[in-house]
C-alpha cells in the first residue's frame, strides 16, 4: 500500500514542476567532471586564498546536496560526492539570474554539477566560487535528519541506500571491504594461484555440512542445490592439472541468521597441489598479516574493546588438548560411547541420534566450552573423523590432518591436507549418508563425479577456507555481520 504524501514530499514535486516550468530537466544527464571533492582538497593544500585567487584552479566537481544556506542574492551549498564534502558559494552575479532561481528551487538531496574556481572563505574553509550551475536530479524524498543515530539498526539496513548517504563509517566500510579481498587477491596471484569461477548451482550436496536451498531447473525438470561450499569443483580443478587455484565465491546456507550469520555470505577457498595443511596455516597466517600491513596498517587490532595481536606467531593447538583442559578428559585416550555421552549430559550439551561414534562428542564440547575463549589467533588441529569427511586421516586415524583458525572466539578458517585417496573417500561418504538416514540434514551426499575424478588421482593437496564477510568485520571493527554485507537479509517488517 503506498503511503500518503507528506507535506514536504508535496512541496518537492511542486519544485519538479517549476523546474520542468523553467525548461530544466529535473533528471539530468551526462556531466564531465574534472574533480572530486578529494582531488579539489589536493590541488588547494595549504595555499592562502590570496594564492589560490592569483592563479585560478578551475574545477568542475558534482555530488548530493547535504548543506544549504540561502540568503537573498547569495548562498552556500555543501555537496557530497564519494570522497567527501566541500562547500561552494554562489551568488547571482556569479551564475547569473536564470541559474541562480534554479538553484534557489533546490533542496537538500538534491544532485547538482559546480563549476567554478577554488577559494578559501575568512575561516580557512575550502570554497568553491560557483561559476555554472548544472540541476541534475531532484531529490523527492527529504533526508532523515538523524539516520546515522537511529536506534533500530534494521532500518539502516533495510535503506543502505539512505545509510551510505548520512553515514560515512557505513560509506568506509563499503570501500575497504573490495580493497581487503583485491589485496587477498593480489597476495595470492604473487605466490602463483589462479583465479577461477565455478558453478553455484550443483545438482550434489557436498564440499561441507550445512543445510542448504534447493531450487528447481524447469528445462532439466530436476532440484538443484545453491552451492554450500566451493571445494568438490576446484578440488576437481587441480586434478585437471592447474595445481593452485582460489575463488572467492558467494555461498548459500539454509541456517539461522544471527551477528555473524547471513543466508548468503563470500569466502576465499584456495587449493595447491604437493602441500598440506603446515602450506596452509602459513599462507592463512600470512596473507592476514598482508592485508593488515596494506590496508589497515596496523598489526595490532581493537575489536570492540579487545586488542587482538597479530605479530606472534599464531597459537598452534590440539582440539583434544582444548577439551581436556576444560572437562579433565583426554579424548585421545580409549574413550567409551557412555563415557562421552555422560560427559555431554553434565555439560547440557543436546545429543543428536547420529552421534554413533566419540568424535561427535568431542566436537560438540569443543564448540560449547572452548572456542569462545579462543580471542588470539589460534589455530585448532585434529578435529575428528567424523565431522571431517573431506580431510586426511592423522596417523590416529580418529582425527584428521585439519586445523580451523578461530579469532575473538570465532571460525575464520578451516584448512586440511586433503583426502586424495578415492577408496577411502568413498567409504567417508557412505559414512554420511548414514548419518543423513539418522537424522543429520548437513551429512554430505555421494558425490560419484568427484569420486570418479579421483580415480584419475588428486595430487597430495593442502586446501583452506575463509570467511570473507568475518574478516572484513573484524579487520574494520563492525559488531554485525550485517554492517560489512551491503545488502544483508532481513525478516519482513511488520
Known amino acids: 500500500m503506498e503511503n500518503k504524501l507528506t507535506d514536504q514530499e508535496l512541496a518537492r514535486r511542486e519544485k519538479l514542476n517549476k523546474l520542468i516550468e523553467l525548461g530544466v530537466n529535473p533528471w539530468g544527464q551526462k556531466y564531465d567532471r574534472t574533480d572530486s571533492t578529494l582531488t579539489c582538497k589536493e590541488k588547494a593544500g595549504e595555499k592562502t586564498n590570496e594564492e589560490l585567487e592569483a592563479n585560478p584552479t578551475e574545477v568542475k566537481v558534482a555530488g548530493r546536496i547535504m548543506l544549504l544556506r540561502k540568503m537573498g542574492k547569495a548562498s552556500f551549498v555543501t555537496i557530497q560526492d564519494k570522497e567527501g564534502r566541500i562547500q561552494g558559494y554562489i551568488s547571482v552575479e556569479t551564475v547569473n539570474a536564470d541559474n541562480y532561481a534554479i538553484f534557489k528551487l533546490c533542496d537538500v538531496g538534491d544532485i547538482v554539477g559546480l563549476g567554478g574556481h577554488l577559494m578559501k572563505t575568512r575561516t580557512g574553509e575550502l570554497t568553491l566560487k560557483v561559476t555554472e550551475f548544472t540541476f541534475l536530479t531532484k531529490s523527492l524524498r527529504p533526508l532523515p535528519e538523524k539516520f546515522h543515530g537511529l536506534t533500530d539498526v534494521e532500518e539502516r539496513y533495510r535503506h543502505r541506500y539512505v545509510d551510505l548517504i548520512m553515514n560515512d563509517e557505513a560509506k568506509q566500510v563499503a570501500l575497504l571491504r573490495p580493497k581487503i579481498i583485491r589485496c587477498m587477491q593480489h ?203 573431506l580431510t586426511k586421516k592423522s596417523p590416529d586415524p580418529r582425527f584428521t590432518e585439519r586445523f ?88 519482513d517488517q511488520k
Not at 570465532?410 to 586433503?418: C, K, L, Q
Not at 548419518?435 to 570418479?452: P, Q, R, S
Not at 574494520?476 to 545488502?487: A, K
Request: negative net charge; charged residues 30%.
Open 187 to 389: 597476495y595470492f596471484d604473487l605466490l602463483g594461484f589462479t583465479e577461477v569461477e565455478t558453478s553455484v548451482l550443483s545438482p550434489i550436496l557436498g564440499g561441507a555440512n550445512a543445510r542448504p536451498f534447493i531450487t528447481h531447473h524447469n528445462a532439466l525438470n530436476k532440484d538443484f542445490y545453491l552451492r554450500i561450499a566451493t571445494e568438490l569443483p576446484l578440488k576437481k580443478l587441480i586434478v585437471g592439472g592447474l595445481e593452485k587455484v582460489y575463488e572467492f565465491g558467494r555461498l548459500f546456507r539454509n541456517e539461522g541468521m544471527d551477528t555473524r550469520h547471513n543466508p548468503e555470505f563470500t569466502t576465499v577457498e584456495l587449493y595447491e597441489a604437493y602441500g598440506d595443511l603446515s602450506s596452509m596455516r602459513k599462507l592463512s597466517e600470512d596473507v592476514i598479516r598482508y592485508v593488515l600491513k596494506n590496508v589497515i596498517k596496523t598489526d595490532v587490532l581493537n575489536y570492540q574493546g579487545k586488542e587482538i595481536d597479530f605479530r606472534p606467531e599464531f597459537r598452534w593447538v590440539e582440539m583434544s588438548e582444548l577439551v581436556k583442559e576444560k572437562t579433565g578428559v583426554d579424548f585421545k585416550e580409549d574413550i567409551s560411547l557412555e563415557e562421552a555421552q555422560e560427559l555431554c549430559k553434565k555439560y547440557n550439551i543436546k545429543i543428536e541420534k547420529h552421534w554413533t561414534s566419540t568424535g561427535y562428542y568431542m566436537n560438540a564440547l569443543f564448540e560449547e566450552l572452548c572456542e569462545d575463549e579462543l580471542i588470539q589467533p589460534t589455530f585448532v588441529y585434529h578435529h575428528p573423523i567424523e565431522v571431517s569427511p
Open 404 to 491: 580451523e583458525l578461530f579469532i575473538n572466539g570465532w571460525e575464520f578458517a578451516n584448512a586440511y591436507s586433503e583426502l586424495n585417496d578415492p577408496i577411502d573417500q568413498k567409504e567417508r561418504f557412505v559414512a554420511q549418508l548414514k548419518a543423513k538416514e539418522l537424522g543429520d540434514d548437513e551429512a554430505n551426499e555421494m558425490d560419484y563425479d568427484f569420486l570418479e575424478a579421483m580415480d584419475y588421482g588428486l595430487p597430495p593437496t593442502g586446501g583452506i577456507g575463509i570467511g570473507i564477510d568475518r574478516l572484513v568485520m573484524l579487520l574494520l571493527n563492525q559488531p554485525s555481520i550485517r554492517e560489512v554485507i551491503l545488502f544483508p537479509t532481513m525478516k
